[in-house]
């Protein structure tokens, strides 16, 4: 066995994949598996599946799937060898040195940010340099332990501080304009550091990783106020949220987690007690960060400032909800707040307590603001219905919908019935049960095929006469001969071949998707006395098929011919 096998089986046998998922998914046991709502596309009905026999998952919806450690790489974003690693070190397994390019640029770059945090760190705690930096996070509020708890720190007033430490420590120049630390001026070699004379709040990944940096300035008649790194192969806007590494156990625990708009809001939250927080970095709600937040959370609470953007924020951020079942609530401060003149001003109980009073549900919210200047105009009716019915369509439960129908109802004065029939032509638009229809499908087509791949995967022993009488030439689907074909390769050097082994050793995602749902539900399943008349079946029609073959071949060889014909009804084929 290799090395990297040698790793991966440790790491197989160290870790549980419900555990695992568990942390990132909500999970409920159906039968023998777990269901939640899938990580990798929306969805309001869960079809992301667990099965802790095989220790694999399936998405019956977008057909994502494998085992922890393709769930690994596709949640966090990461090569095969950072998901070992990241995996091996959770499990506590020792590896060697193992590495690809790209991981290894990405570890450098955390690495770099690592560097300038703690650099930052330590400019603010001097006694010189962090002075008035530490004087403006006092009169914000902020103590120092939750300066160290959430590691804030200060870039100096100065062109070339980080630039300078760079070099000392004789770090790639390149790598940490990547990183978004420094910038080259346009056409020359020359560098300057891009943060400077800011207060800086690491923004971390999920597991507690500086991705990048968010900036904020203490003078106030500069421009921009908030600086963040750019884009960067670590560092995606739309994929992160802020404070969630420290934040997801208590969103967790509450099953509901507030939403703010920047760090500073975020950091009011936590200074109060709010432990249940995450923020945007300056950018709209994107549906990646709402399919994030189902994992953690069942209701979402948003706080949108109480001005014209903070509105058609809200507005903006309703389909993204619908689209996800996430049920959303909207609070919009006092006119002139933010959450952290908010908390200042009234404390945290006036804070929870107008969370649970005022809080609207997304969908009502957005219905006051349509009609916001009085009454609506009898032309503009059906355009709002229009606007709502998509994702009223969208709402699962049967009895919230009904709510929203009767106020928007009251709302246009439309009567409830033509709304509802409206809702139903949008259902019946709809497709069908993609279970239903792979079931469909499955039974026409592919039975034969079917059975050939559940002898081969249930009952190794049938393989060598499954070989030798070519029941290979019986299947049609290109897929299911993938898989057949791969069986029989592995077993001609291995007897011992599990299912959980071939779906690991097939190259295509397609037919791994495949086996993934075949095992699930095989559709056809033999008992042991069986076996036996289901190969002789098989032989019989693969003789028939050979033989049809050879007379297609024989055309115009009448002798030939005839020789066939006989053999064929000798044989009572
Ligand atoms: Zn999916």
């Not at 499990?91 to 770099?112: A, G, M, T, V, W």
């Not at 962090?130 to 007033?157: F, N």
């Not at 709502?388 to 009895?399: E, G, K, M, T, V």
Request: proline share 3%; charged share 30%.
């Amino acid at each position: 066995m290799s090395n990297l096998s040698f790793i991966k089986e440790e790491i197989k046998n160290a870790c549980d994949i419900v555990e695992l998922i568990g942390q990132f998914v909500q999970l409920k046991k159906v039968g023998k598996n777990y269901v939640g709502l899938c990580p990798f596309h929306s969805e309001k009905k869960p079809s992301f599946t667990v099965n802790p026999e095989r220790q694999i998952f399936h998405c019956y919806g977008c057909k994502k799937g494998g085992d922890i450690f393709k769930f690994w790489m596709e949640y966090h974003n990461v090569s095969f060898f950072e998901a070992i690693k990241d995996l091996a070190e959770r499990y506590n397994i020792q590896i060697q040195e193992l590495s690809d390019e790209e991981s290894e640029k990405r570890e450098k770059l955390f690495e770099l940010n690592e560097i300038a945090g703690s650099f930052f760190r330590e400019m603010l705690f001097h006694p010189d340099i962090g002075k008035r930096a530490r004087e403006y996070l006092r009169k914000r509020g902020i103590s120092k332990e939750l300066i160290h708890e959430i590691g804030i720190g200060y870039a100096p007033d100065s062109w070339d501080s980080l630039y300078k430490l760079f070099l000392k420590k004789r770090i790639d120049i390149k790598l940490a304009v990547e990183a978004g630390l420094l910038v080259q001026k346009e056409g020359k070699e020359e560098y300057y550091d891009r943060f400077r004379n800011r207060i800086m709040f690491p923004i971390f990944d999920i597991r507690g990783r500086i991705v990048g940096f968010g900036g904020r300035t203490i003078e106030e008649d500069i421009t921009p106020k908030y600086l963040n790194t750019p884009e960067t192969p670590i560092f995606h806007k739309g994929n992160l949220l802020y404070g969630i590494n420290f934040s997801y156990k208590s969103i967790r625990e509450e099953k509901k987690v507030i939403i703010v708009e920047g760090y500073m809001d975020w950091i009011a939250l936590k200074r109060h007690g709010i432990e249940n927080g995450v923020a945007t970095l300056g950018t709209a709600l994107t549906q990646n960060h709402i399919r994030r937040l189902k994992g953690y959370a069942e209701e979402a609470i948003v706080i949108f400032d109480s001005d014209e953007a903070g509105k058609k924020a809200a507005l903006r951020s309703f389909p993204l909800f619908a689209n996800e079942g996430m049920p959303a609530k909207v609070v919009i401060l006092p006119e002139g707040h933010d959450p952290d003149t908010f908390l200042s001003q009234f404390g945290k109980e006036a804070f929870l307590n107008l969370l649970e009073n005022s809080a609207k549900p997304l969908l009502d919210f957005c219905l006051h603001m349509q009609i916001k200047n009085g009454k609506i105009k009898d032309e503009e009716k059906s355009q709002v219905l229009k606007n709502f019915l998509q994702s009223l369509s969208f709402i699962q439960d049967s009895l919230t919908q009904g709510i929203y129908v009767s106020k928007i109802s009251q709302f246009l004065s439309i009567r409830e019935d033509i709304i509802w029939a409206e809702l139903q032509k949008i259902k019946q638009g709809k497709g069908s049960d993609l279970e239903e229809e792979i079931k469909k499908e499955k039974s026409a087509k592919l039975i034969g095929d079917l059975q050939i791949l559940s002898l081969a995967l249930f009952h190794p022993d049938a393989i060598p006469r499954l070989i030798t009488s070519n029941a290979k030439i019986l299947i049609n689907d290109s897929v299911i001969k993938e898989i057949i074909e791969a069986i029989f390769q592995e077993y001609k050097k291995n007897r011992d071949i599990t299912p959980e082994y071939i779906h690991e050793i097939l190259p295509d995602e397609k037919a791994k998707a495949f086996l993934r749902e075949f095992l699930e539900r095989p559709f056809i399943v033999y008992e042991e006395e069986e076996v036996e008349q289901a190969i002789l079946d098989i032989e019989r029609k693969a003789r028939k098929k050979e033989l049809l073959n050879c007379l297609k071949e024989k055309k115009g060889d009448i002798k030939g011919q005839n020789e066939l014909i006989k053999i064929l009804r000798r044989g009572g084929i």
